[in-house]
């Protein structure tokens, strides 16, 4: 395309205008491709390169591909840089349409539950929160809970969650307002996780990065549990904590795909 937009990314750019600032940036063709998957609303979507975005979905992602074909507008490279704060390899970009509170809150109530909840409490990384989120989606878990100041849908965690926000219910809530159920709290000094199972409605509840659970989550925990780690480990990182976490609730009865 030459560098002047034209007709329809003329359009396409006034739209992404219009709405940047209440949307969430689905940056590159996974994050797309995700949350077209997971039904998320996308007014507005670019590409550098349509034909070559189209092959990719064909080679890639075909269950997507009519659907790009019809979401996707060409711009000029220089319009699509000016767009998004980072360019993606792909130079694919979108808005989405954030799900609302209440439906998550409402996801995150329903019982009975077929799936846990996690919970991260005062998380501080924001790329060990998109990694959580993007667990969670493969897991096929109920929410992803987040206590403390961090912004789940910060642009950094949804970059991290490769688009896979649209998958699992992403709030932010207090310890207090936690959904019902069991709540498993992870922590080195707990009982070994493999003498357990988890149940369907169980919250997992996983410490701060840097100081680990909080007095509230820890009052609030039915069972304090750990995984299995070495003498002179201190503790792991907080996804992959999570991931084993949900493996072991996988084997112990968890849902099958
Ligand atoms: C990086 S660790 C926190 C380390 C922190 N300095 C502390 O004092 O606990 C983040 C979280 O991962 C989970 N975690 C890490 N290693 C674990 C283990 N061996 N058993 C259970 N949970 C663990 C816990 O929920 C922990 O709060």
Redesign the pocket.
Same mark, same amino acid.
């Given at each position: 395309m030459t560098d002047a937009a034209t007709g329809p990314a003329i359009d396409a750019v006034s739209d992404w205008q219009r709405l940047a600032c209440d949307s969430v940036l689905l940056d590159g063709f996974h994050a797309l491709k995700h949350a077209v998957r997971f039904g998320a609303r996308i007014p507005v979507a670019v590409t550098t390169d349509r034909r070559k975005t189209l092959d990719l979905a064909a080679a890639l992602a075909p269950d997507v591909r009519d659907t790009l074909d019809a979401l996707l507008t060409e711009v000029p490279a220089t319009t699509y840089t000016s767009l998004v704060p980072r360019p993606h390899p792909t130079a694919v970009a979108a808005l989405a349409v954030r799900p609302s509170r209440e439906a998550n809150l409402e996801a995150l109530a329903r019982t009975p539950r077929t799936a846990p909840v996690v919970v991260l409490d005062n998380p501080r990384n924001l790329g060990n929160a998109g990694a959580v989120i993007r667990l969670a989606a493969g897991f096929g878990v109920t929410g992803v809970v987040m206590t403390g100041t961090l912004d789940p849908w910060h642009p950094t965690v949804v970059r991290a969650g490769a688009g896979l926000h649209f998958a699992t219910a992403v709030e932010r809530l207090a310890v207090a307002e936690l959904p019902s159920g069991p709540v498993f709290a $992870?922590?080195?000094e +707990?009982d070994d996780i493999r003498a357990l199972k988890i149940p369907d409605d169980a919250v997992l509840a996983? +410490? !701060?990065?840097? =100081? +680990? $659970?909080s007095p509230d989550l820890r009052a609030r925990g039915d069972h304090l549990? =750990? $995984?299995p780690?070495r003498p002179q480990v !201190? !503790?792991?990182?907080?996804a992959t =904590?999570v991931a084993m976490t949900l493996y072991h609730w996988s084997v112990t009865g968890g849902r099958a795909f």
């Open positions: $992870l922590d080195p +707990g996983f +410490g !701060s990065e840097r =100081s +680990g $659970l549990v =750990s $995984l780690m !201190s !503790s792991y990182n907080l =904590s």
